[in-house]
């Protein structure tokens, strides 16, 4: 299974932008990357998903290295709605490994 | 839109009971999903239902059993409660297999065994 590294935690200022990094060296070809985040006291909130190339929805964008080793999410203007643990996942077909995640914290 | 439903909320037991977890989603979703987050940890996958009429283990399913009753409704059972499955479970649900689709989770149980 693919595993990831991510900091434990970041903060940014309020409306700056903030780049969440994941690592995930032993990804398989097939692995789509997800992003997910977790509010206190709420379950994970789908974030977005790519496979090779960047994505982009409302909620953020997703850089994703070209050898596919890593990936950053990207937060365009942070709020402090946006304070939650944040979770890279490389999903393979039911396998969908959660690590301990980032803790973004936003400061007003 | 309710999206995925679970009951109880809260709940406390004493070790050897037994309970069910509810879950319902409404999404016409074909999978689903048992997780348990322990504090301070990612979730752990306990049982999936990739589709109607079909359960497999995940990564801790010791101690629990799942029936999928039909296409909406996935429910967890402790048969006897233990104190290491105190944790919080959430369940989830996705159009199809996860590796390319999102999964939805609802707000999760808080379960506390005595």
């Known amino acids: 299974d693919a595993k990831t590294t991510q900091p434990n935690s970041m903060e940014s200022n309020e409306e700056e932008p903030v780049h969440l990094p994941c690592n995930h060296s032993t990804i398989s070809g097939t692995d789509y990357i997800h992003w997910y985040r977790q509010l206190p006291s709420q379950g994970p909130e789908y974030v977005i998903h790519?496979?090779?190339s960047n994505v982009n929805n409302r909620m953020a964008s997703l850089a994703i290295a070209e050898d596919r080793k890593s990936s950053t999410l990207i937060l365009h203007r942070a709020t402090l709605r946006d304070a939650a643990v944040y979770y890279c996942i490389p999903a393979g077909t039911y396998k969908y490994i959660f690590g301990t995640g980032t803790r973004l914290k936003v400061l007003a | 839109n309710a999206g995925v439903t679970q009951t109880p909320k809260f709940q406390v037991l004493k070790t050897g009971q037994s309970m069910t977890l509810q879950c319902a989603q409404d999404m016409n979703h074909n999978s689903m999903y048992w997780y348990r987050q322990d504090p301070g940890m990612g979730l752990r996958l306990i049982y999936y239902?990739?589709?109607?009429?079909?359960?497999d283990k995940g990564e801790v399913p010791n101690g629990y059993n799942v029936s999928r009753l039909n296409k909406r409704e996935f429910s967890l059972r402790l048969e006897s409660a233990a104190p290491s499955q105190t944790s919080v479970y959430f369940c989830?649900?996705?159009?199809?297999?996860?590796?390319?689709?999102?999964?939805?989770f609802g707000d999760g149980t808080r379960l506390s065994i005595l």
């Open positions: 239902s990739a589709s109607e009429g079909t359960t």
């Open positions: 989830a649900s996705s159009e199809g297999p996860w590796d390319y689709q999102p999964q939805h």
């Open positions: 790519g496979l090779t």
